[in-house]
T-cell receptor
């Protein structure tokens, strides 16, 4: 079965550079979520999109922005990278919004590991 | 503040043992609770999802329970195997924040032969 695809799997950047992560949800899933997991930390919710509109916002820095495109894939853009941005970035997808469509299981991708030097 | 806490932080058991992982949450207005498995440096695999109206869910050797009144969930693993070694995270969606899963810090499990 198709899963959530994230690219790139690994990314190394210098401080103050820009990075873009991509997420391709499971076919027919219309909701995408982004999470950040720092070293030894639990995943923290960043932002989510439903039908190409932002549906919720968490602890996402102002230096980060994201959007969901017409084909439902999403991109997370990170600018002015800092050392503390080094983390595993997860994308998850679901069909519909949790709370609206009932039993809504989020399927997570394998993550994109960003290292900022 | 909505928080999810897991104890113990780490657990080491011999193969074959039955074990219980604990998860507690501060807000009883829970929408659902999920248990995930994470292997080192890997993604999150959903194990079990319990809706707020349910008391437990079972999948193979795994059984998860939910007690909203006490703010607790447990993951029971029967007849543990070395392949069960991983970090187990519980995460909750609370009413009013359905799209935001709040994760616990995880329990790192090691099952030795």
């Amino acid at each position: 079965a198709a899963g959530v695809i994230q690219s790139p799997r690994h990314l190394i950047k210098e401080k103050r550079e820009t990075a873009t992560l991509k997420c391709y949800p499971i076919p027919r899933h219309d909701t995408v979520y982004w999470y950040q997991q720092g070293p030894g930390q639990d995943p923290q919710f960043l932002i989510s999109f439903y039908e190409k509109m932002q549906s919720d916002k968490g602890s996402i820095p102002d230096r980060f922005s994201a959007q969901q495109f017409s084909d439902y894939h999403s991109e997370l853009n990170m600018s002015s990278l800092e050392l503390g941005d080094s983390a595993l970035y997860f994308c998850a997808s679901s069909k519909g919004l949790a709370g609206v469509s009932g039993a809504n299981v989020l399927t997570f991708g394998a993550g994109s590991r960003l290292t900022v030097l | 503040k909505q928080e999810v806490t897991q104890i113990p932080a780490a657990l080491s058991v011999p193969e074959g043992e039955n074990l219980v992982l604990n998860c507690s949450f501060t807000d009883s207005a829970i929408y659902n609770l999920q248990w995930f498995r994470q292997d080192p440096g890997k993604g999150l695999t959903s194990l079990l999802l319990i809706q707020s109206s349910q008391r437990e869910q079972t999948s193979g050797r795994l059984n998860a329970s939910l007690d909203k009144s006490s703010g607790r969930s447990t993951l029971y693993i029967a007849a543990s195997q070395p392949g069960d070694s991983a970090t187990y995270l519980c995460a909750s969606a609370f009413s009013g924040g359905y799209n935001k899963l709040i994760f616990g810090a995880g329990t790192r499990l090691a099952v030795h032969p």
